[in-house]
């Protein structure tokens, strides 16, 4: 669990996520060919070492990928990559695994293309679809090295099975999606956490529901913080971050309480005072009028306890 008094809203949110490892490969492309998959929400990741190729998400503008390149969806569903003029959409995929961890698509005879790192992972957090709903559909960053170094220091680990592996991957994912993310930061971002952290007045809101998720935060004291009247505050957030201030602030207090009742054995009282609540009746309403069941029965589910007989 993050340390609560922790003021950095983008280390507090892929700490929550708890990003673990899935799979990760050498991806070679020859000629023609393309390959779609439809997943369950699964993130996935890119890095273009050579060469170039498509990448088409639903609901998003197509890309182009270039040597350089890294891409990172939070949460893939629908997605297809493919050569720069790819095949017939009706024409057989063409895939082997020429050796452990590496892959050709396309004709075995045709020239290669492109060559990337492709990995997936998995988010092991209750409140994925509240985190990834801050974060973009898309980031595609160009030019950071840093990124592809630290996907190369993934795919080694994936395939070294050495001590302590899954230890190394889960700091490496963490450190990659931070190093990613923070590089989308800006004005440019769609609305969400990123965008709400490019804007100076917001970041200083934001930073203090973080810090102190304890204290009864208002809209007029927050609107202070930033340095900005309550009305000028209240739209300016809602139109940056996407949500209302105080909704915000509740989707996190909650996050942080379902990460609480997950991982620790703490009481409601002490939870409650954790993520800001000044009794544990108050926090148990506000808990199961925001997930449509008690912590009590959340965290025996959690915990594989079932409900109580």
Request: with cysteine.
């Amino acid at each position: 669990m993050s340390d609560p008094l922790s003021s950095d809203p983008l280390a507090h949110v892929v700490s929550l996520l708890a990003p673990s490892a899935g799979w990760s490969k050498l991806v070679t492309g020859a000629g023609a060919w393309r390959v779609h998959r439809s997943e369950e929400g699964r993130p996935f990741y890119a890095a273009v070492l050579d060469g170039a190729c498509r990448l088409a998400l639903a609901g998003q503008e197509e890309l182009v990928l270039e040597q350089g390149d890294f891409v990172l969806v939070p949460a893939a569903c629908d997605f297809a990559t493919s050569s720069l003029t790819p095949p017939p959409r009706d024409a057989p995929l063409l895939h082997a695994e020429v050796g452990p961890g590496m892959f050709w698509l396309g004709p075995r005879e045709a020239q290669p293309n492109v060559r990337m790192l492709v990995g997936h992972c998995s988010f092991g957090s209750d409140d994925t679809a509240l985190l990834v709903s801050l974060l973009p559909r898309v980031v595609h960053i160009r030019g950071e090295g840093r990124l592809t170094r630290i996907v190369e220091l993934l795919n080694e680990e994936t395939h070294a099975r050495r001590p302590a592996r899954d230890v190394i991957l889960s700091h490496l994912l963490q450190v990659l999606l931070i190093e990613a993310l923070r590089a989308t930061t800006g004005p440019a971002a769609p609305p969400g956490l990123l965008r709400g952290l490019a804007d100076e007045r917001l970041c200083a809101a934001l930073r203090c529901m973080h810090g102190d998720p304890t204290r009864a935060w208002s809209v007029k004291e927050l609107a202070k913080e930033a340095g900005l009247s309550r009305s000028t505050f209240f739209d300016r957030f809602r139109a940056e971050v996407g949500v209302a201030p105080i909704e915000y602030l509740t989707g996190w207090r909650m996050a942080l309480a379902r990460d609480l009742l997950r991982q620790t054995g703490l009481g409601l009282a002490r939870i409650a005072q954790q993520v800001g609540y000044g009794s544990a009746s108050a926090f148990s309403v506000a808990f199961t009028r925001h997930f449509g069941l008690s912590p009590f029965l959340y965290a025996g589910r959690a915990r594989g306890e079932g409900a109580p007989g």
